[in-house]
């Protein structure tokens, strides 16, 4: 049992970045990105291959990273500049089809240049025990990257001038135009910074399990799940979130069978909006626009 | 500093103002009065930007800022409080204060005068500003104007949704604002509020300028006191 809840929290940090990807997303642009996890793969294809080219694992997962980053950058610049111009539930749909149909031209194109491709990061070393538990090397790296950057995330939201300023896009537009900010620069930025966040996942999570090149559309799918529990506006709701549904994941696998989990995952979702639609810690209502 | 000739704006191709000329010298105090659906709020949202103008010209010191982005007019030095305040409802009074001196760092002197024309704000800077009373929420709209130490601050009906008494500390701290040499635009439907803080002020109706005048002049013209003062 306290196996499966420490696996759980450490699947969980993983989550919980994944989250704050795609709540930053819609809360900015009113755009749930479908092609999220799919970013996440394609870094990971960027890493396996620049790793088995001869370079260092880590200049590799940094340019994984920067490569997803560059994606989210090019999304906003490009295929999403129709869907702002389009109010309430247009928006919502016509940003669902497009990034729908970019999840399946990445994962297509990858399919496609490397069927078998993923990514698995090794690290060695003997277990360290916590709490009576074993945990891998691996696992324990990739919990505490997710746990600094999700630390230097709760300050760049909360503290610096630029953070707060995408808060208060997030909260009145008009107003953030108001004080001078420009919301589409904020946009642009947030999608890098939302894109480098799923490349990150991408190598936090191969030190623990494989990501393959068809594992994208659960990650998209636990991005969802993840914003839709924390709520809106909120990095430490997302943080929050993520833990808890990996832990709920990883003790119903452990009990029932992994098949459940996903169903115990949605089903969280679907609870959430029906009893509380601002999500754990968040400020709105999801279902605002 | 600022002027704005021959302007025409509105929606969906109909023209709801039209032929606006007006202009405002640095430290003046200038009132726009009008009836409700005069177009007051449509010439503001045209002059930041917040509406494409369908003709003429806006300039700030000379420069022409007709097609701005409205961000770019804010960082220029214009500060306009809309009637709907569009505070930050889930952050703080004091981050709220602190975002209108974005992108610096919230400035001591502009603190200052802030608490010093509403020092009710000083107690309330922890609260969330979307759990604050009307009369609070237009101080705090006020406020995070000021924090960017504007050239021009504009507001749209600053008396909406305040009880006469508070309308009326409204535009005594307008007043105490303009006494410290801040340029003022105000667009109010309440005529005396209007021309107790302005040195002059210009009459819209059905989109068009038709008087302008000091307040002396609006006051005694039979128009607008027939119109506006309720003055048969």
């Known amino acids: 049992m306290t196996a499966a809840i420490l696996d759980g929290i450490i699947l969980g940090l993983g989550f919980g970045l994944l989250g704050v990807g795609m709540t930053l997303g819609y809360g900015l642009g009113g755009v749930l990105n479908l092609a999220y996890g799919e970013f996440a793969v394609l870094a990971a294809i960027i890493v396996a291959q620049a790793i088995s080219g001869g370079i260092p694992t880590v200049l590799a997962a940094v340019l994984g990273i920067l490569a997803a980053a560059a994606a989210g950058v090019l999304l906003d610049l490009t295929l999403m500049r129709p869907v702002y111009r389009q109010t309430g539930g247009h928006r919502v749909l016509l940003g669902l089809m497009l990034t729908l149909g970019l999840a399946f031209v990445i994962e297509g194109v990858l399919t496609w240049r490397d069927p078998l491709g993923g990514l698995t990061i090794d690290i060695s070393g003997k277990p360290i025990t916590f709490l009576g538990v074993p945990l891998a090397v691996g696992s324990v790296w990739a919990a505490a990257i997710a746990l600094a950057v999700g630390a230097a995330l709760l300050v760049f939201f909360g503290a610096t001038t630029f953070g707060r300023g995408v808060r208060s896009v997030i909260q009145d537009e008009l107003g953030a135009r108001l004080v001078g900010i420009s919301p589409s620069l904020v946009r642009t930025v947030i999608f890098g910074l939302s894109g480098a966040l799923a490349g990150l996942v991408a190598v936090t999570q191969s030190m623990t399990s494989p990501v393959t090149v068809t594992g994208g559309f659960n990650l998209t799918v636990y991005a969802l799940i993840v914003s839709v529990v924390g709520g809106l506006d909120s990095v430490a709701g997302a943080f929050l979130a993520g833990v808890l549904l990996g832990i709920v994941n990883d003790v119903s696998a452990y009990y029932i069978g992994s098949y459940v989990s996903d169903i115990v995952l949605l089903g969280a979702a679907a609870l959430t909006i029906l009893v509380r639609p601002r999500g754990l810690l968040g400020a709105y209502s999801t279902v605002r626009r | ?232």
Do not use: C
């Not at chain 2, 600022?2 to 103002?17: D, F, I, P, R």
């Not at chain 2, 726009?32 to 917040?50: C, E, M, P, W, Y």
């Not at chain 2, 806006?58 to 569009?86: F, I, K, M, N, Q």
């Open chain 2, 1 to 232: 500093m600022l002027e704005v000739s021959t302007l025409a704006a509105g929606y969906l191709g109909q023209k709801v103002v039209e032929g606006v000329d007006l202009e405002i010298q640095s430290g003046e105090a200038v009132a726009i009065i009008g009836s409700n659906g005069a177009g007051k709020t449509t010439l503001f949202r045209a002059i930041v930007g917040l509406l494409r103008p369908m003709e003429g010209r806006v300039s700030l010191d000379g420069r022409d800022v007709t097609r701005w982005p409205t961000h770019r007019v804010a960082s220029a030095g214009v500060a306009y409080v809309p009637a709907e305040r569009h505070l930050f409802p889930a952050m703080s009074v004091k981050t709220n204060l602190a975002l209108g001196a974005y992108p610096r760092r919230p400035n001591r002197e502009a603190l200052e005068l802030v608490f010093d024309i509403f020092p009710a704000l000083k107690g309330r800077l922890q609260q969330h500003a979307g759990t604050l009373s009307g009369g609070q929420q237009q101080m705090v709209a006020v406020g995070r104007a000021l924090m960017s130490q504007p050239r021009l601050l504009m507001l749209d009906e600053p008396s909406t949704g305040l009880a006469p008494k508070l309308a009326k500390d409204a535009f005594e701290a307008l007043g105490n604002l303009k006494a410290r040499g801040m340029t003022l635009l105000v667009a109010e439907q309440q005529v005396p509020l209007a021309l107790s803080i302005a040195d002059r002020g210009y009459v819209l109706e059905n989109g068009h300028i038709t008087l302008e005048g000091t307040p002396r002049d609006l006051d005694q013209n039979p128009e607008v006191r027939r119109a506006y003062l309720g003055v048969a």
